[in-house]
């Protein structure tokens, strides 16, 4: 079970000068039929708290950690993809590298994901360039893969989107032409996907605990500039992120769906 999409707004937004090409050694995808998670949704500035050269904010959507004071043109990170533990209902959880989404209006990403239709868990790969639609790749994806994956920004209104599966032996390296990007911040998150039919968060899969590594931006520790804190509309963890070891390690772990 996919994130929503509503077809109008891709056209919309393809319409509005976002183009989308796929590149080298990039195998056959799927066009999600529902809705990608585009950019951050920040709960509000009265969450947001500054810790010495550290600041938190609380978002309805994001977790993880963000550079946010620069330009970027690169962000990498490993993982291992988590197991979701699925009892009933649909929940997504996407994990994933991207330049902008935190303060711009356009997201470069590419990740992976587990959601549960019911008590079946589904796992993929897919790549972004919000507010164009996901695609998904075609390759298998099992609890337990080893995945690196970068968003590299090559100039003229070009991003290359890398994700490599290590353990089932494959990877993509796709180019998205998006014009107006700000590269004005670099992410590595966990992701609950937006959209219920009326606009909200999508519950967040108990992944249990996923850990990054090597999370690095324009080819230094990502330095956790800004962590994020997924929350619910009660303002209860949705998960818990560690602190950053060596400033570009860290883990995240499920609390509640939402």
Known sequence: MLRRWCILVAMAALAAGTALTAGSASAATTART??????????????SHVHGTKQEVESSNWSGYAGTTGTYTSVSASWIQPTGTCTSGDQYAAFWVGLDGYSSETVEQ?????????????????YEAYPAATENYSNTVKPGDHFSASVTYEG????????????????????????????SSAEVIVEAPCCTDSGGILPLTDFGTISFTSC???????????????????GRHEDNVSSLTDGKNFSATWVRSN
């Open 110 to 126: 590419t990740g992976s994901e587990v959601d549960c239709d019911g008590r079946t868990p589904e796992y993929y790969a897919w």
């Open 216 to 234: 690095e931006a324009n080819g230094t520790a990502i330095g956790g500039l800004t962590e994020i804190v997924m929350v619910d509309n009660e």
């Open 34 to 47: 529902f809705t990608p998670g585009g950019t951050i949704r920040l709960v509000g500035a009265a969450r």
């Open 156 to 183: 003229s209104n070009k991003f290359a989107l890398y994700i490599d599966d290590t353990t089932q032996g494959w990877s993509h390296d796709t180019t998205v032409t998006v014009s107006g990007a700000d590269r």
